[in-house]
């Protein structure tokens, strides 16, 4: 970057903004993910009974609340991130500016709204960066195992294998946000 750019934009907010933007990005694509499943799941296919099979029927419920739980999830994380921290956040960010004096003032605001934003987006935190790196995983193994698999065929190994895979991370996702985030609070 050019002299006066290069002041405010440095390599350090470049990686800021690249931690909250991927973070952003990543919940997006999540949720289109999971948004994607939902209306292949509303298909005939996944609707048809499957004959011999009495447990099918209780697994693909199981599934299809998942996949609702783990959307609403998402969405909730989301909504969050961008209604609830980015917004108040930038509008506070907006009114320093306007009373701003000296460039020294300036850079400090900015890297506090960066900070602010990352720290209340749960960035900083490497218990919590754990578990959103989850979220690739739910994604990645979904994009593996969900193709391949076809509702009138039972393909047992690979359909028991996501759905424990998925519940784990579920589990890990709540345990860090009930158990452990509190008790590292204390």
């Known amino acids: 970057m050019k002299f006066p750019l290069s002041l405010v934009i440095s390599r350090k907010t470049i990686l800021r903004y690249q931690l909250l933007f991927r973070f952003l990005l990543h919940l997006k694509h999540v949720e289109q993910s999971l948004s994607s499943m939902w209306i292949e799941q509303k298909t005939s296919a996944w609707r048809r009974p499957v004959p ?3 447990d099918f029927d209780r697994w693909r419920l199981r599934v299809f ?3 609702a739980r783990m959307l609403s999830f998402i969405q909730q994380i989301l909504a969050f991130a961008t209604f ?14 306007a009373k701003v004096t000296t ?13 602010t ?23 990645c193994r979904s994009r593996h195992l969900l193709p391949n698999w076809k509702p009138g065929i039972l393909s047992a190994d690979r359909n028991v294998l996501y759905v424990r895979f998925v519940h784990v991370i579920f589990h890990q996702i709540s345990e860090s946000r009930f158990g452990g985030v509190r008790n590292s609070q204390r």
């Open 117 to 139: 934003c990352l720290k209340e987006c749960m960035l900083t935190s490497s218990k919590l960066l754990r578990v959103s790196s989850s979220y690739n995983e739910i994604d």
């Open 103 to 115: 460039v020294d003032q300036l850079l400090r605001d900015h890297v506090d709204f960066l900070d």
């Open 84 to 97: 609830e921290v980015l917004e108040p956040n930038w509008r506070a960010l907006e009114a320093k500016l």
């Open 52 to 54: 011999n099979h009495p």
């Open 65 to 67: 609340l998942l996949r």
